[in-house]
């Protein structure tokens, strides 16, 4: 029996349903995959996980609901844990109270895997965890070595490694200091590299609770999180989780609490709005993700195709009042091209208004504006004035709905550069701004350029081609928006330059 094998069984043991039309196949570039089959309809179930096999903080949160189980008192059932199995080098007893009082969420949740893994055929999850990548074999950026690291120079993914790594290692002294002493629980097994390995397992495949944890279940878990907050931690979905990832594909993931579905457990269900051919995989679709997003979480990149593209350039912003910091996006290509997916899906203003409103006046999306994430532009102008002062310069009705609707109706016309001759020069400052952001970008890229001989690729490691092929992509975005930045029909009332 494979791993895979041994996983199905298990999870379909404890309530787990894979559509008999569904088989897990395995390959070198893809890893575990659904495929179906047989022919799909549209919309059929694909597969849905009960939250008595998620894994998470939720599993030691005392007086939490039943719908969790305890990991120290549930065993595996019967022969499917015997696939594969590990011998154990802990006992699989409860974590000590202080280190589970004192410990964040997700690293409670990243300890407990860890345990999980060390206790081998105790593990109630001693089926998935056979089928998970195994520690050492993720091959995300955060483990890459120093040189390849160094291919990340310079770019956004670089500053982010760094930061990862830094809290990596003080999340796991705390942690770990917590744990020392505690000899019946085996701690000296809690390594640093085992910490590092449950952190990637959690980032490349766990989902937020809010999406997947039925309304009934969340609304008992209230009293025993005691103002823990859902996005504090996140839950491992055995076979839920080895759908890849397609951001076109449209799905649905319906939690259903234990008495609206006739499994009588509650559970998150997976649901795709298209028709699979025999032969096909069957895709999930874990949301709108850069390649930088992808790279950094999952370690591997959408390529440019006629259809899509996926490489942005972020830039943080400060939100002054929350103090919390956020990002826009530039992208390779302007909204308005097809392939711009995410960029569109980020827009406040959409096409059919910008039409609309380009149609009435001279000029489209300014050039300078095409590429960027429309938010960067609202926010800079609203600099200079407020969202009530810049309506009645713009002439934008007071009688909309809705601040949202005034908000995308300054912001079209600002785009579309109908706006009096007194706001023309917050304009300029704003692709200003912009374009100098975007040249700090490329410098850092300069600084950090890294000359390889044509000779040299054909002997480059994946990470080198991932890290090599990042830069490259990152460089082209810079390029193109400082290209298309023209202030001319905001000086004079020109056209811009085609």
Known sequence: MSQYDALQSWATANGAYLNPKVAIAVSPTTGASFVASEEIPRSEPIVSCPMRLSLS??????????D?????????PGDVANAGNRPARVKNIPLPADFLASTPPHVVSRFLLMQQYLAGSQSYWNAYINALPQPGELQLPVFWDSDDTELLDGTNL????????TRLADEY?????????????????FSRELYSWAYGIFTSRS????????????AALAVPLGGRRMDEFSLLLPLYDIGNHDMTVPVTWTPLDAGENDGGLSRVTLTVDRVHAKDTQVFNNYGMRTNSQLLLSYGFMIPESETLHNDYVHLKKRNQKADVTHDYILSLHPATDQRSV????????KAGRLEALSNRGKHGVLSSFQRVQDEIVYDLVLMHASLDKL??????????????????????????????????PWLLQTMAVIGAQAMVALEKLDETEVEVDEDQMPHLTQNQRLGLG???ACRRVLENVLEAIDTRPVEDGGEEEE
């Open 57 to 66: 903080y939720l599993n030691v949160l005392e007086g939490a609901p039943a």
């Open 68 to 76: 969790f189980i305890n990991p120290w008192t549930t065993s595996p």
């Open 158 to 165: 670089g500053a982010s490694v760094v930061e990862i790594r």
């Open 173 to 189: 002294a705390a942690a770990r200091k917590l744990l020392t002493g505690w000899t019946e629980g085996g701690w000296r097994e």
């Open 207 to 218: 989902f937020t609770p809010l999406l997947v944890i039925p309304k009934g279940v969340q």
């Open 342 to 349: 995410l960029l569109e899906h980020r827009q406040m203003v």
């Open 391 to 424: 309506r009645e310069k713009l002439g934008v009705q007071a009688d909309l709905q809705t601040d949202d609707s005034i908000k995308q109706e300054v912001l079209a016309r600002l785009l579309t550069k109908q706006v009096p001759d007194d706001v023309r």
């Open 470 to 472: 990042y830069r490259k």
